[in-house]
T-cell receptor, first 115, second 109 residues
């Protein structure tokens, strides 16, 4: 079975532009989470979506938005890009709310460089 | 806010040596997770711990969920070259996962 897939793998943008990143979860997983990983740091939580609804949001500005589609794939949008948005953007998929802990599995990430 | 303190920041060891790294927090977590990240890839889940005091092994890896629910450690026995990479601890409560800053493992030939 395919794991979590993300596209594109690399992206270069200039300040002020907008970017859309895409993620397809593991088959059967209904929840998608997005993380930002700046060089030398651990991933930081941005959003979680389950059944097309936002379930959680990290400490990120409104320039960051996301949505989940009926097939459970997801897009992360970032508007008015800043140099500091340069990072690896990771998508993680999971089954969704369960009685126990919902284990997340990560994709390879999209490397965004803002010039 | 919730933060995880992961140590050491980096390690240089000889092949065959055992490795130990740990993570502490001022907050209580329901789950502790250990991930490994290779260059250019996303983190890969190594071990998940769901219960305070739990000790779990995955091959040469062993991890424990601290009794206070505020800490965890990961041990790697008999290190091999493919163990090189960055190891992240993460605490999960509900849908939210908080990551440590990582331990970079270097193995000398």
């Amino acid at each position: 079975d395919a794991g979590v897939t993300q596209s594109p793998t690399h992206l270069i943008k200039t300040r002020g532009q907008q970017v859309t990143l895409r993620c397809s979860p593991i088959s059967g997983h209904k929840s998608v989470s997005w993380y930002q990983q700046v060089l030398g740091q651990g991933p930081q939580f941005i959003f979680q979506y389950y059944e097309k609804e936002e379930r959680g949001r990290g400490n990120f500005p409104d320039r960051f938005s996301a949505r989940q589609f009926p097939n459970y794939s997801s897009e992360l949008n970032v508007n008015a890009l800043l140099l500091g948005d340069s990072a690896l953007y990771l998508c993680a998929s999971s089954l969704g709310p369960t009685r126990g802990t919902d284990t997340q599995y990560f994709g390879p990430g999209t490397r965004l460089t803002v010039l | 806010g919730q933060q995880l303190n992961q140590s050491p920041q980096s390690m240089f060891i000889q092949e065959g040596e055992d490795v130990s790294m740990n993570c502490t927090s001022s907050s209580i977590f329901n789950t502790w997770l250990w991930y490994k990240q290779d260059p250019g890839e996303g983190p890969v889940l190594l071990i998940a711990l769901y219960k305070a005091g739990e000790l779990t092994s995955n091959g040469r890896l062993t991890a424990q969920f601290g009794i206070t629910r505020k800490d965890s450690f990961l041990n790697i026995s008999a290190s091999i070259p493919s163990d090189v990479g960055i190891y992240f601890c993460a605490g999960q409560i509900g849908d939210k996962i908080i990551f440590g800053k990582g331990t970079r493992l270097h193995i000398l030939p």
